[in-house]
């Protein structure tokens, strides 16, 4: 499936869409392994749930979200609309400089949404997924 996705997720777009920014879709993203870890290894919470979230200049990104025992979400008090600025600036969240740290103003985030994003930053070719198109 990943060998597809990123063989034809070029060809999915419209020519507007792909003219205004070929960087929409994302290939990868990557997030701090204790940070999520740590969080993660919470008692309340079950399940991983990812969530795929847009930022204002229009590129995709990967939303990492704690769920309880019944598949509910948990969220940080607040969460929602208007949340944050779309770069990666204000709210709750992981990558805040380093991807998939908590910010320093946030000892206890709910939501991990600043991954490192390929494109722009992308793993070195060379592995059974990281041969793909480069643009």
């Given at each position: 499936?990943?060998?597809?996705?990123?063989?034809?997720?070029?060809?999915?777009?419209?020519?507007?869409?792909?003219?205004?920014?070929?960087?929409?879709?994302?290939?990868?993203?990557?997030?701090?392994?204790?940070?999520?870890?740590?969080?993660?290894?919470?008692?309340?919470?079950?399940?991983?749930?990812?969530?795929?979230?847009?930022?204002?200049?229009?590129?995709?990104?990967?939303?990492?979200?704690?769920?309880?025992?019944?598949?509910?979400?948990?969220?940080?008090?607040?969460?929602?609309?208007?949340?944050?600025?779309?770069?990666?600036?204000?709210?709750?969240?992981?990558?805040?400089?380093?991807?998939?740290?908590?910010?320093?103003?946030?000892?206890?985030?709910?939501?991990?949404?600043?991954?490192?994003?390929?494109p722009t930053t992308c793993p070195p070719p060379g592995?059974?997924?990281?041969?793909?198109?480069?643009?």
């Open positions: 499936m990943i060998e597809r996705y990123q063989a034809k997720m070029y060809d999915i777009l419209k020519p507007e869409v792909k003219a205004m920014n070929p960087n929409v879709l994302t290939i990868s993203e990557t997030f701090n392994k204790e940070a999520i870890l740590e969080y993660f290894s919470r008692p309340d919470i079950k399940y991983i749930r990812i969530y795929q979230g847009m930022s204002v200049n229009g590129e995709f990104h990967s939303i990492l979200v704690g769920a309880d025992d019944k598949g509910v979400d948990i969220f940080p008090t607040g969460y929602g609309h208007g949340h944050g600025d779309g770069h990666g600036h204000g709210g709750h969240g992981g990558g805040h400089g380093h991807p998939g740290n908590p910010p320093g103003d946030d000892p206890d985030p709910l939501v991990f949404e600043d991954g490192v994003r390929c592995g059974p997924l990281t041969n793909f198109p480069r643009h």
